[in-house]
């Protein structure tokens, strides 16, 4: 049967991708870049947030403007493209595209270019009515906006959406469109964070994908 909110968005990095440990690595190869500090993956997964540029200044413990901060995104990114090769699907991605009974699209904040092709590489592209990455030069702001754009190329009303991803970004994306969203543990958020917060948690897919079913 299929659930009221029959149409699912997923997030790609730290969800279906598990790439948590490449991002920590590339977000030191930025810091080390400015002579900032190292950040260990619980820390990065406790203070993490968007805009990136805040987070940033913040472990940096300095300003960083929109021209620092496009520096250290371009390190950011030249580290994950030449370290994506070392990243898996979480566990359970397959099992828990599967079992969702309605269309599906994806939804990332990684530029589109390099997402495609990649969710290509990995087998899954049939498996939704659209995808979506980043189409700007510089990343790390919120995800709303780029929601609402992915939405309306679809037709899609946001009260029949249901977003899956791992951080507080995306369920606050989800609410702006009058949608729902389901927060997993395994990716870039500490998990006491999302289960602190209002939103349906689940620390895997397939339990997530059951949750999301409900709403």
Not at 55 to 66: I, P, Q, T
Not at 148 to 155: D, I, K, Q, V, Y
Request: aromatic residues 8%; proline residues 4%; charged residues 20%.
């Amino acid at each position: 049967m299929t659930p009221a909110r029959h149409h699912l968005v997923w997030d790609w990095n730290g969800t279906l991708l598990d790439d948590l440990g490449l991002v920590v690595d590339c977000t030191n190869a930025a810091f080390a870049s400015v002579g900032g500090r190292p950040v260990t993956v619980d820390e990065h997964r406790v203070r993490f947030r968007r805009p990136v540029a805040d987070y940033y200044a913040e472990m940096l413990g300095a300003a960083v403007d929109e021209e620092a901060y496009g520096r250290l995104d371009r390190i950011f990114h030249d580290a994950y493209q030449v370290g994506l090769t070392t990243c898996e699907l979480a566990a359970d991605a397959r099992a828990a595209i599967a079992a969702w009974p309605g269309s599906q699209s994806l939804l990332s904040m990684w530029f589109h270019d390099h997402l495609v092709p990649v969710v290509h590489t990995y087998g899954l592209t049939g498996h939704f009515v659209r995808i979506d990455g980043l189409r700007a030069e510089v990343g790390g702001g919120r995800k709303a906006e780029s929601l609402r754009r992915h939405l309306a190329e679809l037709g899609v009303d946001g009260r029949s959406v249901v977003l899956i991803g791992d951080s507080l970004d995306d369920a606050e994306a989800a609410e702006s469109v009058g949608g729902r969203a389901v927060l997993y543990t395994g990716g870039v958020t500490d998990p006491a964070r999302l289960y602190a917060s209002p939103y349906p948690v689940a620390d895997t897919l397939t339990a997530a994908v059951r949750l999301a079913a409900t709403l």
